[in-house]
């Protein structure tokens, strides 16, 4: 089961936290990833990290986001400053990753994905 929390409504350059906490599983064996969806259901792998903490970030927000977990915590967050109108979606916390991609049900949409666990997802507003 994954759980997103930190969303909200925030203006231009502000800064936001979501919460991802995880149960079933151990972060040693999945990577774990934020993807968000906008309001015209284009999903977007945002962040992605390892249990070797190797990380991804998306080219658009390369440097304003960071992923970070904490196992103690069962709990993966993502950083987001600099946030940008264009940032605002609704962010889905991602994992139980496989070799292989499909469209997977997410949201009001669906998500292009080797991620086969989804959270119920967070919105976050940026005007």
């Known amino acids: 089961q994954l759980v997103e929390s930190g969303g909200g409504s925030v203006q231009a350059g502000g800064s936001l936290r979501l919460s991802c906490t995880y149960s079933?599983?151990?972060?040693?064996?999945?990577?774990m990833g934020w993807y968000r969806q906008n309001s015209e259901k284009e999903c977007e792998l945002v962040s992605s990290?390892?249990?070797?903490?190797?990380?991804y970030y998306a080219d658009s927000v390369k440097g304003r986001f960071a992923i970070s977990q904490d196992i103690a915590k069962n709990t993966v967050y993502l950083q987001m400053n600099s946030l940008k109108p264009e940032d605002s979606a609704w962010y889905y916390c991602?994992?139980?990753?496989?070799?292989?991609?499909?469209?997977?049900?997410?949201?009001?949409?669906?998500?292009?994905?080797?991620?086969?666990?989804w959270g119920q997802g967070t919105q976050v507003t940026v005007s």
């Open positions: 991602a994992a139980d990753r496989v070799r292989w991609s499909t469209f997977e049900p997410v949201g009001n949409g669906q998500c292009y994905s080797p991620f086969r666990s």
């Open positions: 990290i390892g249990s070797d903490e190797r990380t």
């Open positions: 079933g599983f151990s972060f040693d064996d999945s990577d």
